[in-house]
């Protein structure tokens, strides 16, 4: 993978340049996802001398399922080469908290950018499209600050500027997208936040609908139709979607898909 040019930070992780900070920064407990605990900055018992995980290749054998589903979207490389220099929490023990910190705000910023990336591909209207390419420049800005210019960033005010715009950007896609296509809009049940927790949708036409930060979890998507669907923020864990058509979904990630059965 390629090294980020300035100001453009790349969205998918590259592990190999990063010095294994979700390994060592992010606290979980055992469940389901993982086969022990961990505390915030204690490093995985997993993690090799060279920031490589020694069990990468059997992680799901191994009950370290919350692993193969996180995707920081390129932030473990940004904060350990950009931020931080190149130097490691190792290398440099003292700047290790700072670090630990910051990898979750730079992980939220690049989770943004990715969003307002593909809200631009939409084609939204004028005003739409001004505020987004005004949120990606704020956002890439930030990207590029300084730790404590980084731990400074109101995440809460920048999510809901960023929220609103992506909103507006789908409503227009989708009602465009109906509108060419003759496509009926979604029942009232299909909404965005919607509890949607084991239902059964196997073979529904759910083209167009939004389900931003619907639950649905364990649900039966099998042969749904959702393109065109807005998926932002739903929760999707052990949904079961294969042979789902999931081209053109609107803000689908790679954490989604990967806690899905597909």
Known sequence: MSTPSHGAPALEADCSRCFGLCCVALPFARSADFPVD??????????????RCGIHDRLLEGGWRGCVTFDCFGAGQQVSQVTFGGVSWREAPETAPTMYAVLPVMRQLHEMLAHLGDALALEPDEAT???LAASAEEVRTSTA????ELLAVDLVAVRSRVGGLLRAASATARARRR??????PPPRRMRAGADLVAADLRGRDLRTADLRGALLIAADLRDADLRWADLLGADLRDADLRGARLDGALFLTRPQLAAART
């Open 145 to 148: 600050a300084s730790p404590d």
């Open 179 to 184: 509108r060419r296509d003759g496509i009926r």
């Open 38 to 51: 961990k505390a915030g900055g204690e490093p995985c018992r997993n993690l090799l001398a060279d920031h």
């Open 129 to 131: 499209r001004t505020g």
